[in-house]
Structures are given as C-alpha cells and as structure tokens.
C-alpha cells in the first residue's frame, strides 16, 4: 500500500516541478545571491536549542547543527552515519529496533519498558526517545540540532546527558516545491524519494514527504542460496504529512508520520564455532567475524517466524504559536505516538537452535506542552508545562534446545567424540546432537549420574523448551520549568533555568514456562548437592517421561534462563513516585561580532527507575529494585567564532561531568539486569571548523576526546561502553563550474578509536555469573577509518542532478557490536558492520526547499 502511495507522490512531486519551472520568472539562481556561509553549515546557523529562534554561535554550550542540504551533500540518511560527523556522538545500529544513541560516552539503548532514556530525541518537538520507536529516517530536514550535555531544564525527561533535535521540513506557503530522487547501487540496493510543497492559498499549504529504500544483506546466509535471505539487509518506507496555517500573528502545523521496517535477521555470528550446516554437519565456512553465518531459529518458534525484523512507528503532532505582540508569545504542542516492533534473533549465533530468542517491543505515548514566552532588550524568558504518558511492554520469548545446550555445558558440540576425528569447535548434526545417546553419555560423564537415571533424563530433555518474560511499565509525568536570559550588557549575558518533574511509575513483569526445564532442574541438583543436600528425588522425578503431569507441589514448573510467576505467568506490578530538580547555569561573553566565549554548569537527573525481573524460585516474588536517581554535574567552557568575513567558522569545548548511582546493564544468566554501579566521571575537549575559503569549496573537520571511566565498585577503571576516546571526521565539498554545468566532489574520513561494546568491558572476572563464563577478553573493535566519497554533475540552477556515491571506499572491516545475549553461554556474538557500498543516482527538482 505505502509503495503505490509512494508512486502517486512521486507522480506529484514530478507535475508540481515540472509547473514551478514553467511558472516561475526568469531570475538568477538562489544560491547565487546568497552568501557562501548561507549555503553550509556552520555557527551561522538559526537554531531552537534553547526554545527560541537564535544564531548557533550565541548558544552558550556544545552544539552541532547541519542544515538538510549538508546531509543531501553527505549522502547521510540515517543517524549511525550522521553521528559520526557530530563530535563527541555516537550512534550504534544495531538494527532500526535496537539502536544505541552515546552522548559523551554515556550511552542510552536499553529495550526494558521500565527504563529511563539518557539522551533525548526529538522530532518536531515530540519526544521520540525511547529505544525502539527512536531510529527513524532521515529525510525532507530542515536541520539537525545535537546539543551535547544535561539538557533537562530545554528538553526535559530523558536529557540527562544530551538532545537530539531532528527539525523537519514544513510546508510552505510561499512558494511550490517538488524533489524526487532515485538511487540503484550494489547488493540490489535502491532507493526512492519524493517530496511535494503545495501552497493552497497565501497562508496555507501542505507537504508531502516520502521514502522508499530496500538493500540486500551484506553477511552471506550459508543455509541458503537466495540473495534475499542474506542477513543484515535494509528495508523500510516512511512517508509524512504536514499542514501550515498562519492567518497573522497565528501558525499552526499539523504533522503525521508513519514509518514501517522490515529485515533479515541480524548476523548474531558466534566466532568460537565453524559454521557447519545442521543437517550434515559439513563445515561451511570460517570463524572470521565479517563472513558468512549460519544461523537457524528453533522449529516452530513465535508461530515460524523466520529470522528478521518487523517494526512499524506513528505518530500525529500539532504545535501552535500565537504573538501577543513583539514581546509575549504562547507555543503549544500536543502529540501522540506509538510503536511495535518484533525482532526474530539467533542467540547461540551456531546453526544448531540451541538459544533462538525474540523482543517484542510497543509503547504508546502522549505528550502535551504549553509554553510561555518573553523576549525583550534586556531579557529574555519562558515559563511553562508538559504532561507526558506511557504505556509499553518489551515481551521476550526464548526457546532452549536442552540437549544441545547440554552438549556446550560439556565442551561437547561436535558429538563428544560420537564423530571421529571431529574438530572441537564444529558443531556435529542435529541428529547428533539431538540424540538421547549423547546426551545419556553427557550426563554420566560429567554429571556422573548412573546410567538408568542418565538415560531415562536425557529422554525427557526438551528440544524446544520455551520461556517467556514481559515487562511492563507505565509513567504518568507532570514538568514545569523557566528559564531566562539577562542581556547585561551588548556583549555579555548570564542565564538560567530550572525543571520540576514529578512521576508516578508502574513497572510489571510476567514471566511463563512452556514446560519444566529438565536441564533447569538438572543443574539444579548440582547446585543442591553441592550445599550438602540429596537431589535423588528431584533427579528421579525429572527421569520420569511422565513429570509433565506431575502436579506443581510435587515438581515445581520450574525454568531454566528465567523463573516463572505465580500460576506461571501472572502479572505482578508495583508502584514508585519520584520528584526531581534540575538546573542550569550559563555566562556569554562576545569578546567581538566574531567571536564569543562561554561557560555553563548543568545538573542533570535521570528519573528513578524501578526495575524489575523474573523470580529467583519458581512462583516466587518478582525481583522489583528500586534504584536511585542517575545524576551529574557538568562543567563546561568554550568558544565559537566566525572568522575572516564569516567564512571561517571553528569552535570548541572543555568538559568534566561527575556522576552518580550510574546505572548500567549486567546480564545474569540470559536476563539483562539494570543496576547501579555507583560513581563515574568524563572529561575531554571536542571542536568543529568549517572555512570556505570561496563559495566553491567548503572545507569541514571534527575532532573529539571524551575519557569516560567507571570510579569504584567492580568495573572501577572500566572504559565506559561504545565510548571511543577519539573520533575525528573531515572532508571538503567542492564545486567546479564546467560551461553549463557544475562538478561537485564530496570527499570525507571519519576515523574512531577502539571501543568496548559493554561496560564489564568483557572482562572474565565480571562474568562469573553467567551460565558459561567467558574467558576471553575479544568484544572490542580497535581503532579504524572510513573513506566516502561522492561526485555529482548537475545544471546552474540545479533542477536535475547525477551522481555516483560509495560508502567506505576502502571496505574495512570492523565490527558494531560483540557479546550479545549468547555471550551468558560461552558464546559471544558479533555484528559485521557495513562493507562498501555504491551506485549511482538521479534526482529532479524544482523551487524553494
């Protein structure tokens, strides 16, 4: 349906241009009038990081902000991409449904209902911040803001360490505009846009913005022939519509987005074990973490589904603007958003389904705002409100092939010596595996149980043993804030602003078992022989092909990852309440038109978070942990400049943050447990130049240092996680006027430093808890560049355009995550990140943007 409403625009995206051409009066190109720094990016820039139109260069903290035309310059579309043009910002996709957004090495990316985000993002205003409805397409922008530090008392909840402003285009009454573009590249890569701009009469208009996009996956599936079930591919469409009304001092926008994602699965690549095919057990390739993967779910598994990602985003948002008069002004904004993903994985990352798991996360949000605002010679100010609600949920099913996870508990993957001459790291065959033999010689041999009781449990071992967690949260939040601004004098300002938040939490969990969990209970008995006690009875009940029928005071419904609730899977919720302040602090001094210095102090505060996860005992009371408010002090000084006649533009900043009851994310067993390890601190220096020497070249450069460190506890010295000590980006735009036609040549580098993926910086003595410990310290990507490049022809006036593009040219390989949950059985995974990409496109255009 979306593709044939993608056609139709497209359709009208090429009338409204082909119309604005034939309409439009003869007039010298746009961009020839304008000035050079008007046609970058740069401090130039008109932004709303503070809630009120101003120049960049007089923000008196970090930002970065690029207008739509530069990321169409760039070739950037989603955020991973954008971030790594942005200093001291970094993005992790490690699909559209589980992105990893790090703000100075603070990073926010868990799943969990109940979770608080550290750093916001926002769409028009409306926060979008949590994890799984948060990655969206970039497309028909306006701008990108990214404000770095405690943003709380600008953009409230979730903005402990930094905000994501993501500015669309809206429509215009001024003028008619229509763009489509088309792309075709390597791996079937294609991708579609359209956008149209219609205004209706002298103050009303409406917009239409679109976006198709499907690639092949670039990690070969090794159990299948079909390009199209290779894994990581791409594939998605989006479409938005907007309406602006400004009858006099009155504007209204209404806007509503849709956007919907589907993949192949995600390459979850065990690099421990060969891919072998489970039917034959033939190897089938290597352990390199870039190559193919073999992977399969268990039968069965969420109805047979296969491997891969559903996701759908909507959301409606109003904002309305009244001027009182020169002075006084009042903004409202009211938005509703949900969404639902599905995300299909292959824990274990081996052919064989010994861990298939699934995150089913929905959420839906409704957010009102009202705001009041003064603007005078001497002072400027705004007072105002938000009231904020969700629901959501993040379901978690997982299916354990017990006598395949047996088998890796013994070292015993390759059939235990079953296969001569088989090599320990690849996996013998289903039937092998699967087999009661094996798993009878297991259990005598290294549970040293007798042999009628080893066989009559390795009977009722499961080849399918399901269990199923949902987490539940909901939060009903009430904010109120000011801020203002005292001009003191025409160069120097001092400023400040202060949040009230006040919530009232509900966070849930049920967790569920398909069946008792033989090898649960089997390590089990270990567990109670080893603390002195007799587990003949329970051993024997297990042995019993029988023990399903058992009743529950007899043998407990017990689970092996994860314990059920009571009556197997009843909800238990608790509540918490929680008020919290914020502030900030800010002095500006223009040392001259050109130049401005600045200093700020923030507090920031993420929200109480009560957690919660699965009993410890079957039927038990759910684990409900109430950890304290996550807060920090920042300190931050810099300076913005717009030099030699405003074509040279460089600014930069110092910063410390402290934190407190830092909160992170232990896995224990294959549960995913919030925690708070204690206190933390970062510090570092970032900056960012752009000089166009002439309006034909741009030359840009980033640069950012953050060293971010655990201070006590277990992880004291620890690296904080995604966190790389250094990034730096650079690149020039040029554009060469050849007769009737201009050239354009956009190189660029992005480099990062290494990186660990979690914050037990994979560290074996941090990973005693886990079913298997790891051993091996190798979840980490070392330091590593990546080239792009693009070259484009196109008339003056630009209504057409032609363009070849490819994405690291040098086609590096690295990684974009490691550990994982398969890391709890010995069996860290890892993601491949992008190999090069190219092609070519073709766009048409017409009018104002």
Known sequence: MIRNAFHALASLAAIATATAAHAAPTAAPAA?????????????????AQLAPQSAMTVPFALTAYKGEFLDDLGITEFDKLSRYVPGFVVQNQSPNNPGFVMRGITSDDGSSYVEPRVSVFQDGVSISKSRGSYVELFDLERVEI????????????????????????????????????????????????????????????????????????????????????????????????????PGQFTLDLIGNYEQDSATGTA????????????????????????????????????????????HVWSATGIANYAFDEHWSLNALGSYRRFAGE?????????????????????????????LSYTGETFDAFVGGTYFHEDGSQRVPTSFDERALLARLANALNGGGAIPGRAANAPAPVSVIDSAALSSAILQRAFGLPAPLATGIANTLSTNHLETTTNFART??????????????????????????????ISGISASV??????????????????????????????????????????????????????NGNRVDQGLKDDGLTWRATARYAVSPEANLYATYAHGRRPEVLSVSAPSTPYGTPNFKQLPAETVDSFEVGAKTALLGHTLFADGSVFYYTYNNFQTTQQVGTQFITTNAGKAESYGFEGQIRYVPFKALTVFGTYAYSHGRFKEGARKGNRFRLSPDTALSAGFIAKLPAGPVTLDFTPSVTYQSSIFFDDDND??????????????????????????????????????RLEAFVTNLLNKKYIKDAGNTGDALGLPTFIAGEPRFYGLAISFKTGRK
Do not use: C
Not at 355 to 366: F, K, S, V, W
Not at 484 to 489: D, E, S
């Open 32 to 48: 020839e009038a304008a000035p050079a720094q008007d046609a970058d990016t740069g401090n130039d820039i008109i932004v709303t």
């Open 147 to 246: 404000a770095k530090g405690p943003q709380s008392t600008l953009y409230g909840r979730g903005a402990l360490i930094g905000a994501v402003n993501i500015v669309t285009a809206k429509a215009d009454p001024s003028a008619p505009y229509g763009y489509v573009y088309g792309s075709y590249g390597n791996y079937h890569a294609y991708r579609l846009d359209a956008t149209v701009n219609v205004p209706l009469t002298d103050n009303l208009a409406v917009r239409i913005a679109a976006r198709s996009k499907k690639r092949d996956g670039y990690v070969d599936n090794l159990l299948s022939t079909e390009k199209s079930d290779d894994y990581n591919s791409s594939q998605g469409d989006a479409i938005r519509g907007s309406l602006h009304w400004a």
């Open 268 to 311: 979850f690549k065990s690099i421990a074990y060969l891919p072998t095919d489970p039917v034959t057990g033939a190897v089938i390739g290597d352990t390199g973490r870039n190559s193919g993967a073999a992977l399969a779910p268990a039968s069965g598994f969420e109805g047979g589904k296969p491997l891969g990602l559903e996701r």
């Open 343 to 371: 995300e299909v994985f292959d824990a274990d990352g081996i052919s064989l389904p010994l861990l298939t798991a699934a995150e089913d996360a929905r959420g839906n949000q409704t957010m009102g705002t009202l705001r």
């Open 476 to 505: 009903n939040s009430i904010d109120v804030f000011a801020d203002a601004t005292w001009h003191v004098t025409d160069r120097f300002d001092l400023g400040g602003g202060i949040r009230y938040s006040h919530d009232d939490k």
């Open 514 to 567: 398909g069946s008792r969990s033989v090898l649960g209970g089997v390590i089990a008995a270990q567990q109670i022989a080893a603390a002195g006690g007799n587990p003949t009875a329970l051993l024997t009940a297990l042995a019993n092909p029988a023990q399903a029928a058992f009743p529950a005071s007899a043998v407990p419904m017990f689970g092996l990852g994860s314990q059920p609730t009571a009556g």
């Open 763 to 800: 560290k074996p003595a941090l990973q005693a808890k886990n079913l298997v410990p790891d051993l091996i310290q190798d979840e980490y990507q070392t330091g590593y560049a990546l080239v792009d490049a693009r070259l484009g022809i196109e008339p003056k006036g630009g209504v057409w």
